[in-house]
């Protein structure tokens, strides 16, 4: 939230109180890796992404990963 975004966006997410280990990651169409953002927080919150990181105009992945298991991937569009 904004997608696409063009200075940050906000993603939000629910990490189960009985995961062991949860992360965010995301990268391109062609699998190069960009950010892997560790979530230490149990219960909802949100990860802010910031443009400076991704080339413009370019469609990103981004996965939800609990315990070694994807659990939800979706994309954004960095403007």
């Known amino acids: 939230i904004p997608n696409p975004f063009m200075t940050t966006t906000k993603i939000p997410y629910y990490i189960p109180e009985d995961a062991k280990s949860a992360y965010l990651h995301s ?5 190069k890796s960009v950010t892997r953002i560790d ?18 105009n370019v469609i990103y992945l981004y996965s939800l990963i609990i315990d070694d298991r994807i ?8 403007k």
């Open 27 to 31: 990268g391109d169409y062609t699998g």
């Open 71 to 78: 659990v939800e991937t979706k994309k954004f569009y960095v």
């Open 39 to 56: 979530v230490r927080e149990k219960g909802s919150g949100y990860i802010i992404l910031e443009r400076q990181k991704y080339e413009p």
